[in-house]
């Protein structure tokens, strides 16, 4: 049996929302035991204001007991915060729930964490300075350079650079950095049943430099990245202009499209399907997916969020549970 976390997220958005909306709906996974990080009472008076049938337990009720188990950690009293609201003490509610569930990772007490969005400013508010979730990994685990990915059931797009400046993402996109997210994304496709995968790169400039006219990041970085990985057995293709990759991937001709900055992945991928996308963090020595969104505080407390995304987190953790 492998326990799955889920993290409840910024309790003034729509984390506990999600989470009631994810359980009414998914059927049990044999093998995985899920537990949610998070607060029991606030979870039940969701699932009443949203009169869905989920019964939420204490821990503590043992795994005789019928229902999702949750582990409270003390949160803000109901009074205490604004639904929809920029708080310091929700911020930091959250940011421990996450904490907390890696530390159980890491000790070998559970094996995944799907988490609900949490907001980066209320967090930086609580004096927690980090710029989301994949920072707090990579101080936590040691793991150098853990990246991010979009899985889609049609396409994966990792992302050699994520939360930096445009400016200094150029600075980060180097031999080495392309070459470990190629390996990443390499692994995590074999992991989940690509034996071959096909991993295109695209271009840092426009038209991917045009041999050198437009820029030299194509022949100075990427092309020699690719000689690298290929003398490793890992076989790639491009560079390709940016603005075509990710069509001809959704088209078939790739498994997986390495994208060199953050828009450039988040802005096609969301545009075609933003219900259905989930952020995967790759080099782990555990599972961590997440919904492909924020805490949409402006719709948070109307019971209409959408837990498509959410669902698909979910479903790809257990599956890369189950292959693992």
């Given at each position: 049996m492998k326990t799955l976390l889920v993290t409840l997220g910024d309790i003034a958005g729509i984390g506990p929302e999600?989470?009631?909306?994810?359980?009414?709906?998914?059927?049990?996974a044999p093998g995985i035991r899920p537990l949610v990080i998070g607060d029991l009472e606030i979870l039940r008076a969701t699932a009443a204001f949203l009169n869905l049938p989920v019964r939420f337990v204490d821990e503590a009720a043992g795994p005789q007991a019928d229902g999702i188990a949750v582990r409270s950690l003390a949160h803000p009293a109901p009074g205490a915060f604004r639904v929809g609201g920029i708080s310091a003490a929700c911020g930091d509610a959250a940011y421990r729930c996450f904490v907390?569930?890696?530390?159980?990772c890491l000790a070998g007490r559970a094996h995944g964490i799907?988490?609900?969005p949490l907001h980066k400013e209320a967090m930086n508010l609580a004096g927690h300075a980090f710029a989301g979730h994949t920072?707090?990994?990579?101080?936590?685990?040691?793991?150098e350079g853990p990246v991010m990915a979009l899985w889609h059931p049609r396409l994966v797009v990792s992302h050699v650079t994520d939360h930096l400046p445009l400016r200094a993402a150029l600075d980060a996109v180097t031999v080495e950095r392309v070459a470990h997210v190629a390996r990443l994304t390499h692994a995590a496709l074999v992991r989940a049943g690509t034996p071959r995968p096909r991993i295109a790169l695209a271009g840092v400039n426009p038209h991917a430099g045009e041999n050198g006219l437009f820029g030299r990041e194509e022949l100075d970085i990427v092309r020699?990245?690719?000689?690298l990985l290929a003398a490793e057995g890992i076989e790639t293709s491009g560079p390709h202009p940016g603005d075509t990759v990710f069509l001809q991937g959704l088209r078939g001709a790739f498994d997986a499209v390495l994208a060199m900055y953050h828009d450039q992945g988040f802005g096609p991928m969301k545009t075609l399907d933003f219900a259905n996308g989930v952020?995967?963090?790759?080099?782990?020595?555990?599972v961590r997916t997440s919904p492909d969104h924020g805490t949409a505080f402006g719709i948070a407390g109307q019971g209409i969020a959408e837990p498509e995304s959410m669902m698909a987190a979910w479903r790809l953790a257990v599956r890369l549970l189950e292959e693992g």
């Open positions: 999600l989470i009631v909306k994810l359980f009414a709906t998914q059927p049990p907390h569930a890696v530390e159980e799907v988490t609900a920072d707090i990994l990579e101080k936590m685990t040691g793991v020699p990245a690719m000689d952020n995967c963090t790759l080099g782990l020595p555990f």
